[in-house]
Nanobody, 121 residues
Framework: QVQLVESGGGLVQPGGSLRLSCAAS????????MGWYRQAPGKQRELVAT??????NYADSVKGRFTISRDNAKNTVYLQMNSLKPEDTAVYYC????????????????WGQGTQVTVSS
């Protein structure tokens, strides 16, 4: 079993910044893929960013604004969000495959509960 706990969401003004954190615990194997997804009201959940063994991938909508990183010692993944736009408003979910199966394959079976990010003036 893998547990993911997100934190860092909140309300920010357009152009502002937030850093989301996701702490993973449980039976996780290395290498594991971790990522951030988001879901806005009335929309499908979409990929935001992934990281596997230092290799990162971003949705086109966030490239140049968001940065994903991880602290392997803490089993924590971060999402630094800069230049936030109202369209970034969504519930952000952490995800990992826990190192099971294909190392880079996401989404995995493990999801956090989500953290709300609201960008509004």
């Amino acid at each position: 079993q893998v547990q993911l706990v997100e934190s860092g969401g909140g309300l920010v003004q357009p152009g502002g910044s937030l850093r989301l954190s996701c702490a993973a615990s449980g039976r996780i194997f290395s290498p594991s893929a971790m990522g951030w997804y988001r879901q806005a009201p009335g929309k499908q959940r979409e990929l935001v960013a992934t990281i596997t063994s230092g290799i990162t991938n971003y949705a086109d909508s966030v490239k140049g604004r968001f940065t994903i990183s991880r602290d392997n010692a803490k089993n924590t993944v971060y999402l630094q969000m800069n230049s936030l736009k109202p369209e970034d408003t969504a519930v952000y979910y952490c995800n990992t495959n826990g190192g099971y199966g294909t190392p880079w394959l996401l989404p995995g079976d493990y999801w956090g509960q989500g953290t709300q990010v609201t960008v509004s003036s």
